[in-house]
């Protein structure tokens, strides 16, 4: 055909398809690429150990850490209405100053200072200021690791999110859960090791807690409140033997279906979650019956006896999930909508802290005396921060801020009654001690006892971790 392609004509006149044509051409390099692109997703698919990918898996060093207890603010809550307190931002409200665009898509301009909403105190023997939004946990300032000098990549929601759950603010990566549950496997086969306890999905959906390219297997399990926390759970076989008979029949049928198909990323995974699924008809309905909990433990959480619902049944069911042996465990206050991303009105941020202010605080203490809270890390984290200044100077909410933002940890390791990091008299700029979303990743592997150089994947031709190439580990976040 005149101005076709000669070489594809050629090809069609030749009666070769595309894989024998590679196989001859320039002695047979093409197919040996081929190969290479097929045998890296072979790598990418097998399973983390010879038998089953969510067992046990030694730490590279001795851990500080057994599990995760990670709490996302989705919205962006404010530093400056939390834990960054401000002095000087007192009486400014309406002045004009010269600031950048918080998007970045302007250059300076005139700008108007919003004073926080509420003042701060000081608590503990630390001394740490904590807002007065936040009676209950500012009592637990000497647990308190607070990080004040937290920056990220983006100021979009679902760039932010994306990346302060999987380090990647781009593109789709494993999240940060399912990255421990590769590294560390589970405690407790009856139980997924990563779970997400998620009223609403945050602003990524259910990316945020995805395995990507890692074994499906250590995707996370989200829960929803009330009656049926985990759908489709009871069991339909007329009794255990049977459905366990049935189980052997279909693994012994995927495993001989797997042999020809070893790249299939989602195969071991689907392989694995029937096993889980299996013991969890035993495990999660006793895990999430706090019927035969004490009314001292509700009180604790600010539940009232028969709730099934709240941001205290989640701090709870995460206590009790941790008790279990649940690797890492995410609680999603609130989801995409009615959260923290107050533009017009700071004054939301009253009841949003309200809702979780004491469950969080009854988390600390619970943990604290049962003797886990050692082996526990907490961490309480948002996906940027907010203004300190408006375009109007009659605005009351604040806009959304990459540059600056407050994160927390307590317990498992991190050192408790400190404050990290420093931020300039209005709180728009990072003046010591930066802590990137890579830091606060590298930091959490390590307290878990894994190096996050070390912690990679090997998918599509390169190495993988969740730092990417960057991150350090903060040593004065250590106790």
């Not at 030749?14 to 024998?20: I, V």
């Not at 603010?73 to 009486?91: I, N, Q, R």
């Not at 909990?293 to 709730?307: A, Q, V």
Request: hydrophobic fraction near 35%; glycine fraction near 10%.
């Amino acid at each position: 055909m005149a101005g076709g392609n000669p070489h594809h004509d050629w090809l069609l006149r030749s009666g070769l398809s595309r894989r024998q044509f590679l196989n001859r051409a320039a002695g047979g390099f093409g197919a040996i690429a081929l190969s290479g692109l097929i045998a890296d997703r072979a790598r990418a698919a097998a399973p983390t150990t010879a038998t089953d990918p969510l067992l046990p898996r030694p730490s590279h060093f001795a851990p500080k850490a057994e599990r995760v207890i990670f709490i996302f603010a989705t919205g962006g809550a404010s530093h400056l209405e939390s834990f960054d307190h401000k002095p000087y931002m007192y009486g400014k409200n309406g002045m004009s100053i010269s600031a950048p665009d918080p998007y970045g898509l302007a250059p300076p301009t005139t700008m108007y200072l919003k004073q926080p909403n509420w003042g701060f105190k000081r608590y503990g023997v630390c001394g740490t200021e904590v807002s007065d939004i936040f009676p209950h946990i500012a009592k637990c300032a000497d647990d308190l690791c607070v990080i004040r000098s937290m920056h990220t990549d983006s100021p979009g929601h679902d760039k932010a999110t994306m990346g302060m759950h999987t380090g990647s603010f781009n593109f789709a990566r494993p999240s940060i859960g399912s990255w421990v549950s590769y590294g560390l496997g589970t405690e407790n086969q009856n139980l997924p090791s990563f779970v997400v306890l998620a009223p609403a999905p945050p602003y990524t959906g259910a990316q945020a807690w995805g395995s990507d390219f890692l074994p499906a297997c250590h995707q996370g399990t989200q829960v929803l409140p009330g009656k049926t926390p985990i759908p489709d759970i009871d069991r339909r076989a007329a009794s255990d033997d049977l459905q366990r008979m049935e189980l052997d029949l279909l693994a012994k049928s995927n495993r001989k279906h797997q042999q020809s198909r070893a790249a299939d990323l989602a195969l071991e995974g689907q392989i694995r979650s029937f096993e889980t699924a299996f013991g969890m008809q035993r495990a999660a309905p006793e895990a999430f019956d706090i019927s035969n909990e004490s009314d001292d433990t509700l009180n604790l959480y600010g539940l009232k006896r028969g709730t099934g619902t709240g941001f205290g049944w989640q701090c709870l069911i995460a206590r009790r999930l941790a008790e279990r042996g649940v690797r890492f465990i995410e609680l999603l206050d609130v989801g995409s909508s009615n959260n923290w991303d107050s533009h017009g009105n700071m004054g939301d941020h009253e009841h949003l802290a309200k809702n979780v202010d004491q469950p969080m605080a009854g988390l600390i203490n619970d943990l604290k005396r049962r003797g886990m809270l050692d082996t526990t890390l907490i961490v309480w984290t948002t996906e940027f921060g907010r203004t300190p200044f408006n375009t109007t100077p009659q605005n009351q909410g604040r806009d959304h801020f990459p540059k600056v933002f407050s994160s927390w940890m307590a317990g498992g390791g991190a050192k408790g009654g400190t404050v990290y990091g420093e931020t300039d008299e209005i709180g728009s700029t990072v003046t010591d001690k930066g802590v990137h979303v890579h830091d606060l990743h590298a930091t959490i592997l390590h307290l878990l006892g894994l190096d996050h150089e070390k912690l990679t994947y090997r998918f599509s031709g390169r190495d993988y971790r969740l730092t990417d190439v960057a991150g350090k580990v903060v040593q004065g976040l250590l106790a």
